[in-house]
């Protein structure tokens, strides 16, 4: 079974400043999809970014970007300009690229303070 | 507009009760999902319908019963309601057919959160 693993339950920035968020995921699959949801104290689930594990090409969202590293099956995500709207629970997530076997893995969060 | 809307927001009902929470998308999207989040946070899916059609069924009592009555619509009826169900339940959907690019991004509604009192 895939698992993902984010092993920071709290983190916290100052506003302006950069962040990283570390999750890490077990998988023995070649093609899959990566993806990090932000969770604001609204409840709305909200992509923030995704990556296919196909490209190589880390992506990047305005001030997000990842650090996908494949071999060691490591997603973080980077936070740069850090504003008091970022704060927020955010959950790293995985999915097989296989039609017909839909379900989502999440990780179990990393709450992000921003302190001004 | 909404893309994904869940109704009710809140609910409150007494042990025993039977409830439903229902899902609407107007994405056109062919799957539809319902994850349970619980008190610290964690996600798990529960359902995941295509095209009306179950396609995963975790390992939750019998007594969630998602029905599909089309593409659009996925909603969710709990009978028998206990303690432990309380939580706040997510409705999502995806397009899984098409261009690789669009597919796998799933869209979430705002939750239901249930307290079973």
């Known amino acids: 079974a895939q698992t993902v693993t984010q092993s920071q339950p709290e983190m916290s920035v100052q506003e302006a400043e950069t962040v990283t968020l570390s999750c890490t995921y077990d998988?023995?699959?070649?093609?899959?999809?990566l993806f990090w949801y932000k969770q604001p104290p609204s409840r709305q689930m909200i992509l923030v970014i995704r990556?296919?594990?196909?490209?190589?090409q880390n992506a990047t969202e305005n001030r997000f970007s990842v650090n996908f590293q494949k071999a060691a099956k490591s997603f973080s995500l980077k936070i740069s300009d850090s504003q008091l709207g970022d704060a927020a629970m955010y959950f790293c997530?995985?999915?097989?690229?296989?039609?017909?076997?839909?379900?989502?893995?999440f990780g179990a969060g990393t709450r992000l303070t921003v302190k001004p | 507009d909404t893309a994904v809307s869940q109704t009710p927001k809140y609910l409150v009902t007494q042990m025993g009760n039977d409830k439903s929470i229902k899902c609407e998308q107007n994405l056109g999207h062919d799957t539809m999902y319902w994850y349970k989040q619980d008190s610290k946070k964690f996600l798990k899916i529960m359902f995941s319908y295509n095209n009306k059609e179950l396609i995963i069924n975790e390992t939750v009592p019998n007594r969630f019963s998602p029905k599909s009555p089309d593409k659009a619509h996925l909603n969710l009826h709990i009978n028998s309601l206990e303690l432990g169900d309380s939580a706040v339940y997510f409705c999502?959907?995806?397009?899984?057919?098409?261009?690789?690019?669009?597919?796998?991004?799933?869209?979430f509604g705002a939750g239901t959160r249930l307290s079973v009192l």
């Open positions: 997530a995985y999915r097989r690229s296989r039609y017909n076997n839909n379900d989502m893995r």
């Open positions: 998988t023995s699959e070649s093609d899959y999809y």
């Open positions: 999502a959907s995806s397009q899984d057919r098409g261009i690789r690019g669009a597919k796998n991004i799933q869209y």
């Open positions: 990556q296919e594990a196909y490209k190589q």
